[in-house]
């Protein structure tokens, strides 16, 4: 690295991480403020207060790192420009594709460090942040979803019409599991009771049905039409039932929790884990966690964009002052947010591919940078 390549990362990594603070001290007292008749409501000491703020501030930071790497691009940019420095630099026969160099080293570390911390180590802050969040600043939690299905594995599927989580009680609850497209075991329960003492699953009234062979008749007139369960004759079948039975299933109360932000709280591990479990189980609402893990992966390049993007925005002097391109610039990010939460929103609904809407605000504003860098004069 060159004396210049030193002084603009320098100047770059100082006003990214000044603009950093100033936005968390700013944010810090808006929520302190906005949260404050809660903390006094449940009588919370000030060592728990600033236990919570010291887990929330980096997911905070993890949040606006991009923007905030807009921003100091463009006033640093800008300030070079506006003090001629630019000019004078391409004058020397730097090459403007040279002068992003440094910029470029600068966005590299800012991405490298934040995908680390937004990957593994502020997920696991994020546990005690939650934890916090549902038990002082969060109503408490009702399940209220009926009608639960979940594919236990391929051929085994689980139901319950409802479940009353104060409790930790399931009603009418069923396993049945299939050989392809015939069934061979039922069990049902008129309600499951979950014992904490013993890690499992108390089941009530519960009765298990064998189906030991399945056979199709051929005794039925062609002129009359019946269904493919009434042509099916069932022999051999055995039933059993009892009054309790203490069993072990793949389900536990946590499933049933509030599961408010849950994926803020999960590293890219664990998210990539509790996709597949989410998949085999055909469970719906995987989209939420889908796209928390793509945007992990694509805030790295996200950052590089808007880099490239403000050196182009702010490194010609403008009439107006540095004023002008630094309102630009706040002008591209507040683009740039619509766009993201705008297609997240459409993913989250399953309206659309959770990666592909993901990339769809990189890809945009990295083809609005390429045109710019082609025919805006510098």
Known sequence: MKILDRYILKRFLSTFFFVVLVLLAIICVIDLTEKMDKYTKNNLSGGEILSYYLDFLPWIGGLVTPITVFIATVYVCARMAGHTEVIAILSSGVSFKRLLFPYFMGAFLIAALSFWFNGWLIP?????????????????????????????????????????NTINTGYYFTIEKFDSLRLVEKLTASRIVWDSVKQKWTMHDWKIRKVDAVFESSVFPENQRFSEYDKRVRSGDSLKTGATLDTALVINPKEFENDYRKFDGMTITELHMYIDRLRSRGSSGVELYEVELYTRYASPFTIFILTF??????????????????????????????????????????????????????????????????????
């Open 124 to 164: 696991n802050s994020n546990k005690d942040r939650l934890a916090f969040e549902m038990q002082y600043l969060k109503g408490k939690f009702y399940f209220d979803k009926r009608n639960i299905h979940i594919q236990v594995t391929p051929n085994t599927y689980l139901y319950m019409q409802n479940y009353n």
């Open 309 to 378: 993007m403000g050196v182009i925005v702010s490194s010609r002097k403008s009439r107006g002052g540095t004023g002008v391109q630094i309102a630009l610039g706040f002008a591209l990010s507040f683009l740039f947010i619509l766009f993201f939460i705008l297609f997240r929103t459409f993913a989250e609904a399953g309206s659309m591919p959770p990666a592909f809407s993901v990339w769809i605000p990189n890809l945009l504003f990295a083809g609005i940078s390429m045109l710019m860098y082609k025919y805006v004069p510098r």
